[in-house]
């Protein structure tokens, strides 16, 4: 096992600025964004430091909103993202499909808008209109005969207060609309943009970094936002439309590789730049429910528990009664121990809800899970493949300290891979526990 002190820091940015969004990165990535995602520029610098060209093939087994798979395409380097998140899988596709054409697509944001305007007015919501006279479109607007609404069940699982009723009832007309566009390819872009829109706009959202429910804004105007947010992707596609498709992202579970690639790629993946979950309180699926309900990507809570039941175990809301993910890392003390001491503080605490006793299991199961994705990936490497696992360290569990990257690494190493170094992205401060805790970096090689 490699200790904390064996870290090395990789770039002088400074904590503060090292995960955000650099300008000059902005197209594309800044579509649809994540806040737990990491920024392009750690993508660049692993892309370099292993030397990747665009002879090499490279997998984010955990691509989320896809830094990692853009990036390789504007690097045209060919690559493949999994991410079991459907909201998060559908704008990682999205962003690396560069075979629309951008010549129809100002003709279609026209038609949206038109119908937009005039389904608005027409159930006397106020917004502010664009000027018609911007859009020089053929296609003839509708004006929908009724506003369109949620189900019961969809509503449920909207956590209560995310968006107020006019925004919301803007924001399904527009879907509505854009629903009505027959080119596929053309309604996702659209349907992308308006992800982005709820979240950044119609939403009563914010991300510190989990979601949390911000006061509640009756109406706002959306037209605008969605017609410049549109045109800004617009923009960015006609800049790489000599692009060829080099991308492929699956919508699948990388607990089992082997369900998701393709057997031609045996042997074939050169390089991983990831950033699984890490084990803490966060629920992936929470960050992104609102427009995953809202876009119908969750259509009722059977839904939302299927795709959780594909995620790997790293919270207390994806812990199931018949998960088996903890068996393959029973033979770890280190994981074992770690797990036995939360559970004893849980107990000499008297905290006994039915998430602290999930604790200790998260823990086995994570790590659990983390040896089945190591493993069923193995087949897939090139000898000598190169790995970079972003995790952080972790202590939401009764503030016991979880050193994320080096029991990963042990976990690894069980399974023949090399540990090359840990090596330190950034810092975090953690309000709960006034301590600073680290972010590092996995460095892992394949071995025959
Ligand atoms: C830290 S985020 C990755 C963010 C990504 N690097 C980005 O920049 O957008 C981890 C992702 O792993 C996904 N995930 C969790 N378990 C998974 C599994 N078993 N298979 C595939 N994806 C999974 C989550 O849905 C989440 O999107």
Known sequence: MISANTQTSITNIENGTKNKLQTADSPIHSWYQFVLGYPPHLVQQYLSKFEITRHNIVLDPFCGTGTTPVECMKCHIPNYGIEANRMAFFASTVKTDLSIDPSFLSEELGFISKSAELSFKRFKLNDSFPLISEFDSNKKPVALDEIPSLTPEQIKIIPAGFISDKPLQKVL?????????????????????????????????????????????????????????????????ANFKNGRNITQIINGDSRNIANCLDSTLLGKIDCIITSPPYPNEKDYTRSTRLESVILGFIQDKKELRSMKENLLRSNSRNIFI????????????SIGNLANEIE?????????????????????????????????????????????????????????????????????????????????????????????????????????
């Open 173 to 237: 007309i527009l879907k509505a609309i854009i629903n009505e566009i027959e080119d596929k390819k053309i309604r996702n872009l659209f349907t992308l943009s308006l992800a982005s829109l709820i979240v950044r706009r119609a939403g009563n959202v914010g991300f510190g970094p989990e979601v949390y429910r911000k006061p509640a804004k009756p109406d706002v105007d959306i037209l605008n936002y969605f017609i410049s947010n549109s045109n800004q992707m617009i923009q960015d596609l």
């Open 322 to 333: 018949n998960d088996k993910d903890s068996e393959y890392v029973k033979e770890f003390s």
């Open 344 to 448: 004893e503080k849980r107990i000499s605490l008297n905290k006994d809800s039915g998430f602290e006793k999930m604790y200790h299991k998260i823990v086995r199961h994570y790590f659990g899970g983390m040896y089945l994705h190591l493993k069923s990936l193995k087949p897939f490497l090139s000898p000598n493949a190169k790995l970079a696992y972003v995790v952080g360290d972790q202590m939401s569990f009764f503030q016991t300290y979880i050193p994320t990257a080096d029991l990963l690494g042990e976990v690894a190493k069980s399974l023949g891979y090399h540990i090359i170094d840990i090596e330190l992205w950034r810092t975090r401060y953690a309000t709960a526990t006034s301590r600073r805790i680290n972010e590092n970096v996995l460095i892992l090689e394949n071995t025959r």
